[in-house]
């Protein structure tokens, strides 16, 4: 079971030079150390960007990933996959649906719904238990936003928080898509289509969507 989930794949390219320079510092720790510091890496590296759509196969490369300055949630799922295979930790990608109830107007204005769908995140196999959780939001944005930023040592799921600072409601699951061992693409776009059917049909047009 566990080779399947430390194989490098088109998407999990982790032989690359820029995936390499990822986990660069970080073989003398222990697997908790780890998962721990990589995690920290991915969540604050890359600023979440929710705002520019792609569904290109080249651009959910992990080593394509890499070099943006920016990314939105898959991507930095992505990242911190290929990241944990090339340190040999077992690890996968999970997709979900999710609403967002803080600084939606820009989203709900271009997409009609205050929902995300798919919402990517990262699980780990870890003292033979996966255990999932979400880089998706750095330390910036999270203290822009009054909402903890999220940690994660392999011990305990690390999702969304359901309430910021001040009791607002944040984030929450509302559908559950499952998990899998590499990026499905094809899946990610009948999903997009799905849900976002006007939207897609602007990114056929132009290959792209910025909000």
């Known amino acids: 079971m566990?080779?399947?989930?430390?194989?490098?794949?088109?998407?999990?390219?982790?032989?690359?030079t820029e995936i390499q320079n990822l986990i660069s510092g970080l073989d003398t720790l222990s697997t908790q150390e780890k998962i721990t510091q990589l995690y920290?890496?991915?969540?604050?590296?890359?600023?979440?960007?929710p705002y520019v759509v792609t569904l290109e196969k080249q651009t959910y490369k992990a080593s394509h990933?890499?070099?943006?300055?920016e990314a939105h949630c898959i991507d930095k799922a992505i990242l911190y996959v290929a990241g944990l295979r090339?340190?040999?930790i077992p690890a996968r990608i999970r997709l979900a649906k999710v609403s967002n109830h803080i600084a939606v107007e820009r989203l709900v204005e271009k997409m009609g719904t205050n929902e995300i769908a798919p919402?990517?995140?990262?699980?780990?196999?870890?003292?033979?238990?996966?255990?999932?959780?979400?880089?998706?939001?750095?330390k910036e944005l999270c203290e822009m936003?009054?909402?903890a930023p999220l940690a994660f040592d392999g011990t305990k799921d690390s999702v969304f928080q359901e309430y910021n600072d001040d009791n607002k409601k944040f984030m929450e699951y509302v559908e559950e898509y499952g998990s899998f061992d590499d990026v499905p693409l094809q899946f990610i776009i009948?999903?997009?289509?799905?849900?976002?059917?006007?939207?897609y049909q602007q990114y056929k047009q132009s290959g792209?969507?910025?909000f």
């Open 119 to 138: 919402h990517g995140l990262a699980e780990v196999y870890f003292n033979k238990q996966w255990v999932k959780c979400s880089p998706a939001f750095n």
């Open 190 to 199: 009948d999903t997009f289509r799905k849900n976002y059917p006007q939207l």
């Open 65 to 69: 990933i890499y070099n943006k300055p």
């Open 86 to 88: 090339a340190l040999k």
């Open 2 to 16: 566990e080779d399947n989930y430390i194989r490098a794949t088109y998407f999990f390219d982790y032989e690359c």
């Open 145 to 147: 936003y009054r909402v």
């Open 40 to 49: 920290l890496k991915v969540r604050d590296g890359w600023k979440y960007n």
């Open 208 to 210: 792209e969507i910025k």
